[in-house]
């Protein structure tokens, strides 16, 4: 399976989560998403707050239940940047698809420009995290 997008200096891709079955989903105050293994082993998508800068999810699309107890199809991030008055805004959208389903979580992140509005990620597996400033698309 070909990878949505690769990363430099050896980090991880999303399609790491890809045929991996996780037994537990947590939505934490809209700061992150946890994605368990029955391992106790995670991937958690958050923001590392900075300074004067909002990073968070503002909807979920569909039940995150349908990506309990069957491996992940699916395992897509997209995102796009906009300018407005000086400021600068963020979406980033995961995909997610089981048999069950497919959840869409939405992030928004915002700020003056200056400072990062991404979603990260972290294996606790490969103990690696991938910030979006190392991601090339294919």
């Known amino acids: 399976m070909k990878d949505s997008f690769a990363y430099q200096k050896g980090y991880e891709t999303i399609s790491c989560m890809v045929r991996e079955t996780f037994v537990k989903v947590e939505n934490r105050g809209d700061r992150e998403l946890i994605f368990?293994?029955?391992?106790?082993?995670?991937?958690?998508?958050?923001?590392?707050?900075?300074?004067?800068?909002?990073?968070?999810?503002?909807?979920?699309?569909?039940?995150?239940?349908?990506?309990?107890?069957?491996?992940?199809?699916?395992?897509?991030?997209?995102?796009?940047?906009?300018?407005?008055?000086?400021?600068?805004?963020?979406?980033t959208f995961y995909e997610f698809r089981t048999i069950k389903g497919s959840v869409t979580v939405r992030w928004l992140g915002e700020s003056n420009g200056y400072y990062s509005e991404s979603v990260y990620w972290y294996d606790s597996r490969t103990q690696k995290y991938i910030p979006r400033e190392h991601r090339i698309y294919q």
Do not use: M
Not at 49 to 62: H, N, S, Y
Not at 65 to 85: A, F, H
């Open 36 to 91: 368990w293994r029955a391992d106790n082993s995670y991937v958690i998508f958050y923001h590392e707050q900075d300074c004067c800068e909002t990073v968070e999810i503002v909807e979920v699309i569909g039940n995150l239940e349908d990506l309990i107890d069957t491996p992940i199809l699916v395992s897509e991030e997209r995102s796009s940047k906009k300018e407005i008055n000086y400021d600068s805004q963020t979406w």
